[in-house]
């Protein structure tokens, strides 16, 4: 079984930075991909970035040139950098792991709200 939980999400105004955390938790695994999602009210789950063992790595036409991931191996984490944020980035953020036997696991969600 593994847990994630995702934290760092809050309130922050237009142009600002948040650095979202997704720690892993259980037993041992074989990672095939990491990803982060989001979901906004009245909108379908979004791909926010994506990054597969193989070395691929990906984000959204949205948020490309401001948001990065970085991965801990040793604390079983990984982060999302968000800079520059906008409005439209308000939404839940979600962390979800693909085990190389193709089970997915899911984070509980971390709320990013962008306002003045």
């Known amino acids: 079984q593994v847990q994630l939980v995702e934290s760092g999400g809050g309130l922050v105004q237009p142009g600002g930075s948040l650095r979202l955390s997704c720690t892993a938790s259980?037993?041992?695994?074989?990672?095939?991909?990491i990803a982060w999602y989001r979901q906004a009210p009245g909108k379908q789950r979004e791909l926010v970035a994506g990054?597969?063992?193989?070395?691929?790595?990906k984000y959204a036409d949205s948020v490309k040139g401001r948001f990065s991931t970085s991965r801990d191996n040793a604390k079983n984490t990984v982060y999302l950098e968000m800079n520059s944020l906008k409005p439209d980035d308000t939404a839940v953020y979600y962390c979800?792991?693909?085990?190389?036997?193709?089970?997915?696991?899911w984070g509980q969600g971390t709320q990013v709200t962008v306002s003045s």
């Open positions: 990054f597969i063992s193989d070395g691929s790595l």
């Open positions: 979800e792991v693909k085990q190389s036997t193709g089970i997915e696991s």
């Open positions: 259980g037993s041992r695994f074989s990672i095939y991909a």
